[in-house]
């Protein structure tokens, strides 16, 4: 009963928290006080003969003090754990705020495509200032695909494995990387650690990320589609949940984007080169929703098995 009450509990009542209200207005978020540390460090440490040394202890720190303490603080609260663990599952997914800003960016670029391309910027790193209607749009569904695991399987995969302390430790590891883990001028060294963290923490979790949607489209004959093009792209780990939606809405997404003035020279994953519209997005967002029940009915399952039996 411990799992049921310690696990599965907070697992769903920060799920259920997280797709009714998403992330709140005007509530101090520890992501952003994650991201204010990193911002504050880097720019005392992004200096001198030691930079790649300098980046990867501040990585390694901030992962290990994240985990540890929370391990700790969790240790120590007793019954009180519960609630604290289901902030930290309440924190750490973003499903529905994402939902809500790919919507926002089709919205906006029905207005005009200034707006668009503003709205867009929110949720992306690349540049949007030259970006087509049909770019943005593209840009927006990619987001869409690759943050469903960022933002939801992977948290909740660490989570299966590690527990809160893990899953909030991973919200860290994939901070890092959204924030110095580009390969430009001045992050290439500072970052490098950070970013090939993330590599690895998202490795497993991609990958099952894409297999959890192509399982709920009901379409099986599309994962040869994911096959051939998953490791279409720069990162090891985002062209598989961008292939399962490029699969699933039988288009094309990638190629050549900017990131911080430099051009970026991403392969294309899938030929069919369509008109995107309100029905893919909707399509889209159905996806997502469904990939996220999926997996956390996976894991209540595995931890009610674990109870009968382990």
């Known amino acids: 009963m411990d799992r049921v009450l310690y696990v599965i509990v907070p697992l769903i009542a920060g799920w259920l928290l997280d797709r009714i209200f998403g992330d709140p207005a005007g509530i ?15 720019r005392r440490l992004n200096r001198g003969k030691f930079i790649f040394l300098n980046g990867a202890l501040l990585s390694l720190g901030l992962i290990l003090l994240t985990f ?5 603080v ?3 609260c007793g019954r009180f754990s519960i609630a604290i663990s289901t902030l930290i599952v309440f924190f ?4 529905k705020t994402l939902v809500k800003e790919v919507r926002e960016v089709f919205a906006a670029t029905l207005r005009s495509i200034e707006e668009g391309r503003l709205r867009l910027s929110r949720i992306v790193g690349r540049d949007t200032s030259g970006l087509s209607e049909q770019q943005i749009r593209k840009a927006a569904l990619e987001t869409l695909a690759e943050n469903l695991n960022d933002g939801v399987i992977a948290p909740l995969f660490w989570y299966l494995i590690l527990g809160a302390p893990g899953m ?10 959204s924030m110095i883990g580009y390969k430009n001028e001045r992050y290439l060294l500072f970052g ?8 690895f923490a998202n490795y497993i979790p991609s990958r099952l990320t894409a297999i959890i949607m192509i399982l709920v489209s009901g379409n099986l004959k599309l994962f040869s589609f994911v096959k051939k093009y998953g490791n279409c792209h720069t990162s090891p780990n985002s062209g598989f949940p961008e292939s399962a939606l490029a699969a699933i809405l039988n288009c094309r997404f990638g190629g050549p984007c900017y990131y911080f003035g430099e051009l970026a020279d991403k392969p294309f994953i899938g030929d069919n080169e369509k008109l995107f519209n309100d029905n893919d997005l909707k399509k889209a967002v159905s996806i997502n929703i469904r990939a996220e029940v999926a997996m956390v009915f ?8 674990c109870v009968q039996y382990v």
């Open 28 to 42: 101090p978020h520890p992501i952003a006080g994650f991201g204010q540390a990193i911002s504050y460090w880097e």
């Open 68 to 72: 540890i303490s929370t391990n700790f």
């Open 74 to 76: 969790l240790s120590v």
């Open 92 to 95: 750490s997914l973003s499903g």
């Open 168 to 177: 909030f430790a991973y919200k860290i590891v994939n901070t890092l990387d």
């Open 192 to 199: 490098k650690f950070a970013a090939k963290t993330d590599d």
């Open 298 to 305: 996976i894991i209540v399952v595995i931890n009610l098995i």
